[in-house]
């Protein structure tokens, strides 16, 4: 498994590159209504990946991530999307809650078999 600092290196590297390439292409994203959602679905990446960096930096330094984090990866990504169309930014929001929803599942199932080790041990 990835240590924190890893992840973070390679999560703001992520981020870095969908953002460049999101406005190196901006005027095709901004040209059709699926690149407007492809637009949208680039923002939501780099909420995730913006979501991962922020959440590793707070590990690192010993503080428990909250929705302040979400809060803030999510206007990063909405300001990002809106660079390109205003129609990417509900679809930014959109695609980025579902992202969220999977996170959240996943982690749920990454920390239960965790918190029932720590019972059985007891």
Same mark, same amino acid.
């Given at each position: 498994?990835a ?10 590297l ?17 040209? #059709?209504?699926? @690149? ?8 939501s990446?780099i909420? %995730? &990946? +913006?979501?991962?960096?922020?959440g590793?930096?707070?590990e ?29 930014? #509900?679809?930014? @929001? ?11 599942? %996943? &982690? +749920? ?14």
């Open positions: 498994m240590g924190s600092g890893s992840s973070m290196t390679s999560s703001i992520i981020c870095i590159i969908v953002l460049s390439l999101q406005q190196m292409y901006r005027a095709k994203l901004a040209s #059709s209504e699926l @690149f407007t959602i492809l637009g949208g679905f680039t923002s990446l909420f %995730l &990946s +913006l979501l991962t960096f922020i590793n930096l707070q690192t330094y010993g503080q428990k991530t909250g929705w302040g984090a979400v809060i803030l990866a999510e206007c990063f990504a909405l300001v990002a999307a809106s660079t390109v169309h205003r129609v990417c930014i #509900s679809t930014c @929001f959109l695609f980025s809650m579902v992202l969220l929803y999977e996170v959240n599942k %996943l &982690s +749920l199932r990454m920390v239960a078999p965790k918190i029932e080790s720590k019972i059985r041990k007891h």
